[in-house]
């Protein structure tokens, strides 16, 4: 089952998958017919498709729970959060707690405040005037001196899925350190990497190509495209983590993904777990 998700989730889908996800589209829409979801037309991110957009965002529920500790009190920053495929399950889901979405591009966080502030006043979504060569190339600030609109030590986790796999190091590092910033002490930053691990594993099965191969390398990072670097980046997870300690943040756990093609994964990209030195309880 989960490799058949896999492959109905491949951002470079077969004549086969595109076939099957029309049929598991259909499916969704009729089996959950509440959901709120953009139309395939405007959906930018992966593969447009209904049945993805359910599954990443009940996946990432799951994921955000078991290793962020997430419950319905917590405070969310959601960095980069699109068309809320991450944040539509939050709907009825916040007690004390809420979610907060940051976006560059303005057409997402009006379809995410039509649909989905509209439905639960706890999530909330921003739009941020901050550029990036693949999505926002003509917004005004640079993501390297960019301070996120949100109060020092406010939230208890800061995730940014597939945002970083389109930012390139100096800018990377900077968010980091905001991460930092407006973390609670012992709080968590959840973020996902395109990562080549510090040891190989010689022996891992590998039961598919890899979904990148990164030809093109720069300074500190590589890349997918050569005409646009921040289309698809790739970094070595010994830069990742001194990234992180740069940014007084200490990475607890990686969860790595099925883009390399191995047998063991958790998710598609490589998903990494940092805290903020300090807790609640008991401050250093
Ligand atoms: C692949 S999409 C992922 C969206 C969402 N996080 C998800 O997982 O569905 C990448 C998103 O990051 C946003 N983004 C790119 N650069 C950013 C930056 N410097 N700060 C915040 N968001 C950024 C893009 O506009 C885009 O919506």
Same mark, same amino acid.
């Given at each position: 089952m989960r490799l058949f998700a896999r492959s109905l989730e491949?951002?470079?889908?077969t004549g086969l998958t595109r076939a099957l996800l029309k049929v598991a589209d259909v499916y969704v829409l009729l089996r959950y017919p509440q959901l709120p979801c953009p139309p395939r037309s405007v959906?930018?991110?992966?593969?447009?498709s209904r049945w993805v957009y359910r599954r990443n965002g009940l996946a990432y529920l799951d994921h955000l729970t078991r290793m962020?500790?997430?419950?319905?009190n917590s405070r969310l920053l959601d960095v980069g959060?699109?068309?809320?495929r991450k944040a539509w399950p939050f709907i009825d889901y916040f007690q004390d707690g809420e979610y907060v979405g940051l976006e560059p591009r303005r057409e997402a966080v009006d379809w995410c405040t039509q649909n989905l502030t509209s439905r639960d006043k706890r999530l909330r979504f921003e739009h941020i005037d901050v550029k990036n060569? @693949?999505?926002? %190339?003509?917004?005004?600030?640079e993501a390297g001196g960019f301070s996120l609109p949100a109060p020092d030590m406010s939230f208890d986790i800061v995730m940014a899925n597939s945002v970083f796999t389109h930012m390139l190091p100096r800018d990377v590092g900077h968010y980091l350190a905001e991460f930092q910033r407006v973390l609670m002490p012992g709080g968590i930053a959840f973020c996902t990497f395109f990562l080549n691990p510090e040891?190989?594993?010689?022996?891992e099965e590998l039961i598919?190509?890899?979904? @990148?191969?990164? %030809?093109h390398q720069r300074d500190g990072y590589r890349v997918q495209h050569a005409d646009c670097d921040e289309h698809v980046v790739n970094y070595e997870e010994t830069d990742v983590h001194s990234m992180h300690r740069q940014a007084g943040l200490f990475i607890a756990e990686i969860h790595w993904g099925s883009w390399r093609g191995g047998?063991?994964?958790?998710?598609?990209q490589d998903i990494v777990i940092s805290r903020k030195r300090g807790s609640p309880q008991f401050h250093d």
């Open positions: 491949s951002s470079r889908p959906m930018y991110e992966g593969v447009p962020a500790g997430l419950t319905p959060s699109g068309l809320g060569g @693949y999505y926002t %190339p003509g917004n005004s600030a040891e190989v594993k010689e022996k598919a190509p890899p979904r @990148y191969d990164f %030809p047998s063991t994964f958790t998710d598609f």
